[in-house]
């Protein structure tokens, strides 16, 4: 009765299209989860995921749920999550994913999760990790365990959107390190992040966690930048 009643005087919009959302729908519209871009990356062994960090990063399995287009549904829903304080659309995302990764061999050895962790001064600002919800729905759905410690920011670095891919991989190769002990070594570790544009971040963050002896990388992110 609350829910209806609040939905009646602040009306829920669909992170997706800004439609009013029905009683039953949450974070995206009916429309927008029929329309949305998907890669079925979980599905092709040699996605396109796996082909940008190709020569890269030794990767175990990498994919992406979404495609992202510049002004389509996938790029409002990030723009909603990150600066508009709409959290649900991560966990949303989250349980989304991890619907379709159950069961797959790919990731069934991995021993956590670990986001790509932003700067004490962004956290800040933002007043949240913008994948925590998505990586935290992963981890209780796939029971792998979820470490948002292990990998730290040491640089706060400004948007890198507009630089080249040479210019964001010299800036950011120097941000990234790991605290890890012994427990960590021969862990297999899932690097989760919103977008994948370059690749450069999470190539730097696996090459940070890279350092600890013996650790395997695999990559999940909500989407992909697409042309």
């Given at each position: ?42 599905l092709?062994?040699?996605n ?77 600002e ?11 729905a ?7 365990a ?17 630089k ?45 966690l ?13 989407a992909?930048?697409?042309?």
């Open positions: 009765m609350w829910n209806h009643l609040l939905n009646l005087f602040f009306p829920r919009a669909c992170s997706g299209c800004q439609a009013f959302l029905l009683a039953d729908e949450k974070v995206l519209c009916t429309v927008c989860r029929h329309e949305i871009p998907l890669t079925n990356h979980h092709i062994k040699q396109e995921v796996m082909q940008k960090f190709y020569g890269r990063i030794p990767l175990e399995f990498g994919a992406a749920l979404f495609y992202f287009h510049k002004k389509g549904i996938v790029q409002e829903m990030i723009h909603q999550l990150k600066y508009k304080g709409q959290e649900a659309v991560s966990e949303t995302v989250g349980n989304w994913y991890a619907s379709e990764l159950k069961g797959l061999e790919s990731i069934k050895n991995i021993d956590y999760i670990i986001p790509v962790p932003l700067h004490k001064k962004r956290l800040r933002r007043g949240y990790n913008q994948v925590e919800g998505f990586g935290k992963l981890s209780a759905q796939l029971n792998i979820y470490n948002d410690q292990l990998l730290y920011r040491k640089l706060h670095t400004k948007t890198q959107t507009k080249d891919l040479l210019g964001r991989a010299d800036v950011i190769s120097t941000v990234f390190d790991v605290h890890f002990s012994e427990l960590h070594h021969g862990k297999h570790f899932l690097l989760i992040d919103d977008v994948i544009t370059t690749g450069s971040t999470l190539e730097a963050c696996s090459r940070a890279l350092k600890i002896p013996d650790a395997k990388i695999s990559i999940v992110c909500m992909m930048a697409h042309s």
